[in-house]
Nanobody, 122 residues
Framework: QVQLVESGGGLVQAGGSLRLSCADSGRTFSGYHMGWFRQAPGKEREFVAAISWEGVTTFYADSVKGRFTISRENAKNTVYLQMNSLKPEDTAVYSC???????????????WGQGTQVTVSS
């Protein structure tokens, strides 16, 4: 069973960078498509980025394209979200998600982590 744990969140000034990690404490990881989502206070959860199980295909929300990069190291059971040029509107709880079948922008992934807070000050 995959168990997802996010880390790397924190407080950063606008223009700064953070790298989020999503680690899998279960036994299988490489067969799962992975996604990052975020939810700001009072707003709906929104898609951020996704990566296919083998790491070949990635796609991003328009709001983060060119600033964020998703990657994975299956040997380390970890997915990363490198966030550069952060803006105050990027402030949210960021959660990773996994699914063996679904690979897309909707929150239809089967497994979710608890999330990590990212706060960007102006």
């Amino acid at each position: 069973q995959v168990q997802l744990v996010e880390s790397g969140g924190g407080l950063v000034q606008a223009g700064g960078s953070l790298r989020l990690s999503c680690a899998d404490s279960g036994r299988t990881f490489s067969g799962y498509h992975m996604g990052w989502f975020r939810q700001a206070p009072g707003k709906e959860r929104e898609f951020v980025a996704a990566i296919s199980w083998e790491g070949v295909t990635t796609f991003y929300a328009d709001s983060v394209k060119g600033r964020f990069t998703i990657s994975r190291e299956n040997a380390k059971n970890t997915v990363y979200l490198q966030m550069n040029s952060l803006k105050p509107e990027d402030t949210a709880v960021y959660s990773c998600a996994a699914d063996r079948v679904y690979f897309g922008k909707q929150a239809r992934y089967n497994l979710w982590g608890q999330g990590t807070q990212v706060t960007v000050s102006s």
